[in-house]
């Protein structure tokens, strides 16, 4: 990591278990302002519950509790008198399944903005919202249509407009190509490329190509616990983690 | 080897599944007996008093003379206690189902589906009863020019008496709603109450306008509690603190007496259950027909 | 974006309206609980043995729910004896034997709509049929008959919903050891959907006992001093002196009116329970 690098989010010790079973073991991170990270290791490893950490969506699972500390910008997010709710508006997230919601294409890429008492222009900014998500061309004609009529890759694409009209400063990413053909899925990582420019990015993809081709830099977690992080080239041609090796090589997993 | 031949005739098996059939169509042969006995009935009284008379006159004495047969104060008094049922129960209904699924602890649930079952299994005698010695008591000391019958303790003890159902199928409706549309609002920063009232309800619409419809149709059907409530007096009038009569009310009404068969007032009976049968017939398909269409959004 | 300022009212928007949803929920239990209250507050006192054997009578203070609770007796009785293995069977023949033909889907949709067709409908289909054209007149059969037909569709569709519940697993199993259809039927599924089934026909018959308007109309009287002794007999019901005593004006009556339901309500609450313990020892087996 070279030091112009700036961190953004810091994840420092986290341990997160769901009714007493520990899912995150002890993990230290730190994520990096305008890059892409990528968050690999096999099913179960606890790589979902790690991001959905860092934008308080555990928050919504009974029982889940955490220590550690975990700090965007410096600030405590889990902090008592931190907003969750804001959080949220800073940073975003985008799920495995694409799940716009059963209203007008341009509904859903407004409703955020709308919600949180944007009193600009709107249409202004769901188109821009829909062309950095590379769906504006394709919608353009249609957009009161339902959203439920777009193809899947489309759909996610939706979501990602839907994130970035909040205009979020860290986009969290849930396998977002996971549910996805091979097309729409080349598609968003174009897609990813273009938006590191102004956005940094966490995603989590047990697509270990994905992540070689997307990402900066890469971190591996395995049972919980954080095996190996480092620039992603040297975690894929030469890491330093036997168990690493293991796993980009395809013995396991 | 075992012998290949069914070990009973044939003929048995044949015969018990012409047995349960039976059965099943006797429920065809009720809607079919209901239809024809409306109409024959109906269509006897018709011969005397003509449609436009009957729908649309405004005069309903049957019994005294001299004789009318305008069906609209009955519907008046039917409307006035649909109103005000739906006044009640469509808005508590609504809260409580929104608490019940989104905001109530499983413990909380538990207690509270079994709480509105009692109440959806009181029968209506009961609330008919606590609309005349309870609830009017109460309304004739707030507003003293209450008649001792009237529209308003009806209908509100029949809002309460359709609430659960409207708070069960809200509940249905919004459970029905995946939990991947709250969670992608609430990662844009939303609200507790805006992803409610913006993504789940608006989701869940269909079902919730199936529970509507629904409860106006068993208002419309509901007897005992305006019998003993609202009073035997046809009445023309949208102001519900009036003593009025609404159709079941009135069917209750001639049973009570001794009616000779083949009388117009006898056919009477069959006339205004006719309009009763029909009216709640195309509310129930109305509210299928809703709900089937909610239920294919989410296959 | 405008977040900063708008958030902290959004919040008191909802913790406001949570409190809200609460509160209504909470009045809607109350009123369950007020009725309760009324009710017992004014017909506990009346509550003695001397109220559960006498008949009716002009005096308040001599008058009990004897010939009622008979009449009751005996309606729900034949009512049971009717309903249930037709409602049953039906369900059977409706999900086990049916193909999915256009006709089924029919009487399908027609049990479903006759489920909610008002109940004073029901009483005057049991007028024009059972009293008049089969000339029982207000007897105890006739109540039956038009009880039965009431409660036809919620054993139906009860019913219905038990026997599909049973996995194609089992059939399956029984069938390839070669019973016929229904063998597999009396043997595994029946047994198997017994709980449900059961639970469904308690509900049927809890209503069937609380309803006043189809009774009402084929004539079951509101002053009946004599117990039933056969099925032709004359009848009334605990519903229909509730309604009675209601009627009437004087206050004692009222109170007498109160015990009934208290003695209704207990009824009910009794089948209730039974139905809510059937249903968890049902989900326990499983």
């Known amino acids: 990591m070279s030091s112009e690098e700036k961190v953004i989010l810091n994840i420092d010790d986290a341990c997160i278990s769901y009714g007493g079973e520990l899912a995150v073991r002890n993990v230290s991170l730190a994520i990096y302002e305008k890059m892409?990270?990528?968050?690999?290791?096999?099913?179960?490893?606890?790589?979902?519950?790690?991001?959905?950490?860092l934008n308080r969506m555990n928050d919504f699972i009974h029982g889940c509790e955490q220590t550690g500390r975990i700090s965007f910008r410096d600030e405590d997010l889990y902090?008592?008198?931190?907003?969750?709710?804001?959080?949220?508006?800073?940073?975003?997230m985008v799920f495995q399944r694409p799940n716009p919601f059963p209203k007008s294409i341009y509904r859903n890429v407004a409703w955020g903005p709308s919600i949180n008492g944007f009193d600009g222009d709107l249409d202004e900014r769901v188109e821009k919202a829909l062309r950095q998500a590379a769906l504006w061309d394709e919608v353009k004609d249609r957009l009161h249509e339902s959203a439920l009529n777009l193809s899947g890759g489309q759909q996610q694409r939706l979501c990602i407009a839907r994130t970035l009209a909040m205009e979020p400063e860290i986009i969290l990413m849930d396998e977002p190509c996971s549910a996805l053909d091979p097309v729409s899925t080349a598609r968003i990582e174009d897609l990813l490329f273009e938006l590191k420019?102004?956005?940094?990015?966490?995603i989590v993809t047990h697509n270990m190509q994905q992540a070689s081709r997307v990402s900066q830099h890469t971190a591996f977690l395995e049972n919980g616990v954080l095996v190996e992080y480092g620039d992603t080239e040297q975690v894929f041609t030469n890491p330093s983690n036997k168990r690493t090796e293991e796993y980009v090589t395809g013995r396991f997993g | 080897?075992?012998?290949?031949?069914?070990?009973?005739?044939?003929?048995?098996?044949?015969?018990?599944?012409?047995?349960?059939?039976?059965?099943?169509?006797?429920?065809?042969?009720?809607?079919?007996?209901?239809?024809?006995?409306?109409?024959?009935?109906?269509?006897?009284?018709?011969?005397?008093?003509?449609?436009?008379?009957?729908?649309?006159?405004t005069r309903w004495s049957p019994l005294l003379v001299p004789k009318s047969y305008g069906l609209l104060p009955l519907l008046a008094g039917t409307t006035?206690?649909?109103?005000?049922?739906?006044?009640?129960a469509l808005p508590v209904g609504l809260a409580c189902a929104i608490f019940l699924s989104e905001y109530a602890s499983e413990r909380a649930r538990n207690i509270l589906k079994p709480v509105l079952e009692v109440l959806a299994g009181i029968p209506t005698v009961v609330y008919g009863f606590f609309a005349l010695t309870f609830v009017t008591p109460i309304l004739r000391t707030v507003l003293p020019e209450t008649d001792v019958f009237n529209a308003a303790s009806a209908a509100i003890v029949v809002g309460i008496m359709v609430l659960p159902m409207v708070a069960s199928l809200c509940d249905d409706a919004f459970?029905?709603?995946?939990?991947?549309?709250?969670?992608?609002?609430?990662?844009?920063?939303?609200?507790?109450?805006?992803?409610?009232?913006?993504?789940?309800?608006?989701?869940?619409?269909?079902?919730?306008?199936?529970?509507?419809?629904?409860?106006?149709?068993?208002?419309?059907?509901?007897?005992?509690?305006?019998?003993?409530?609202?009073?035997?007096?046809?009445?023309?009038?949208?102001?519900?603190?009036?003593?009025?009569?609404?159709?079941?009310?009135?069917?209750?009404?001639?049973?009570?007496?001794?009616?000779?068969?083949?009388?117009?007032?006898?056919?009477?009976?069959f006339a205004v259950a006719a309009v009763l049968f029909l009216v709640t017939l195309c509310l129930n398909i109305a509210a299928n027909m809703i709900m089937k269409r909610y239920q294919e959004v989410y296959e | 974006m405008a977040a900063k300022s708008n958030l902290a009212w959004r919040h008191k928007k909802a913790a406001f309206f949570r409190y809200f949803c609460i509160g209504v929920t909470g009045f809607a239990v109350l009123i369950l609980g007020l009725l309760i209250y009324q009710v017992s507050v004014l017909g506990l006192p009346w509550l003695d043995s001397q109220f559960l054997s006498s008949f009716p009578s002009r005096f308040p203070e001599k008058a009990g729910i004897k010939s009622a609770l008979a009449g009751t007796l005996w309606l729900v009785s034949m009512t049971a004896a009717i309903a249930i293995p037709i409602g049953v069977l039906a369900a059977v023949y409706l999900e086990e034997y049916?193909?999915?033909?256009?006709?089924?889907?029919?009487?399908?949709?027609?049990?479903?709509?006759?489920?909610?067709?008002?109940?004073?409908?029901?009483?005057?289909?049991?007028?024009?049929?059972?009293?008049?054209?089969?000339?029982?007149?207000?007897?105890?059969?006739?109540?039956?008959?038009?009880?039965?037909?009431?409660?036809?569709?919620?054993?139906?569709?009860?019913?219905?919903?038990?026997?599909?519940?049973?996995?194609?697993?089992l059939r399956q199993a029984a069938f390839a050891v070669g019973a016929t259809r229904w063998q597999v039927i009396r043997a595994h599924v029946l047994p198997s959907a017994l709980p449900g089934i059961l639970t469904g026909v308690i509900l049927a018959i809890s209503r069937a006992i609380g309803e006043t308007a189809p009774l009402i109309m084929i004539g079951a009287l509101t002053y009946v001093a004599f117990v039933p002794e056969g099925p032709m007999d004359e009848f009334t019901a605990l519903p229909i002196q509730i309604f009675n005593w209601t009627s009437r004006p004087q206050e004692e009556f009222h109170e007498l009116a109160s015990a009934g339901i208290v003695v209704l309500l207990l009824v009910l609450l009794m089948m209730n329970a039974l139905a809510v313990y059937i249903r968890y020892r049902g989900s326990r087996i499983k």
């Open chain 2, 80 to 88: 006035l206690i649909v109103i005000g049922a739906s006044l009640v």
């Open chain 3, 98 to 169: 049916a193909r999915p033909t256009r006709f089924t889907e029919l009487i399908n949709i027609n049990i479903a709509n006759l489920a909610g067709v008002p109940s004073i409908v029901y009483g005057i289909l049991g007028l024009a049929i059972f009293v008049r054209f089969f000339q029982f007149e207000r007897s105890v059969l006739s109540g039956a008959l038009t009880m039965s037909l009431l409660i036809l569709p919620v054993i139906i569709i009860a019913a219905k919903e038990a026997i599909r519940a049973v996995p194609g697993s």
């Open chain 1, 79 to 92: 902090d008592e008198k931190t907003d969750p709710v804001e959080v949220r508006l800073r940073i975003g």
């Open chain 1, 197 to 202: 420019e102004n956005y940094t990015i966490v």
């Open chain 2, 1 to 57: 080897m075992l012998s290949m031949k069914a070990r009973a005739p044939r003929y048995l098996e044949n015969s018990l599944q012409g047995v349960f059939f039976l059965c099943a169509a006797i429920s065809t042969i009720t809607t079919v007996a209901v239809i024809v006995i409306l109409a024959v009935e109906t269509w006897g009284f018709l011969q005397h008093v003509s449609v436009v008379e009957f729908l649309f006159g």
């Open chain 2, 175 to 269: 459970r029905a709603v995946p939990d991947s549309l709250r969670e992608g609002a609430y990662s844009l920063g939303a609200t507790s109450f805006e992803v409610t009232t913006r993504v789940v309800v608006p989701a869940g619409l269909s079902g919730v306008f199936a529970a509507f419809v629904l409860a106006i149709s068993r208002a419309i059907g509901e007897t005992m509690a305006v019998t003993l409530a609202a009073g035997a007096t046809p009445n023309l009038t949208m102001n519900p603190l009036e003593s009025i009569q609404t159709m079941t009310a009135y069917i209750v009404q001639v049973s009570l007496g001794d009616t000779p068969a083949g009388t117009l007032t006898y056919q009477t009976l």
């Open chain 1, 36 to 53: 892409i990270t990528a968050i690999i290791g096999p099913s179960g490893c606890g790589k979902s519950t790690l991001l959905r950490s």
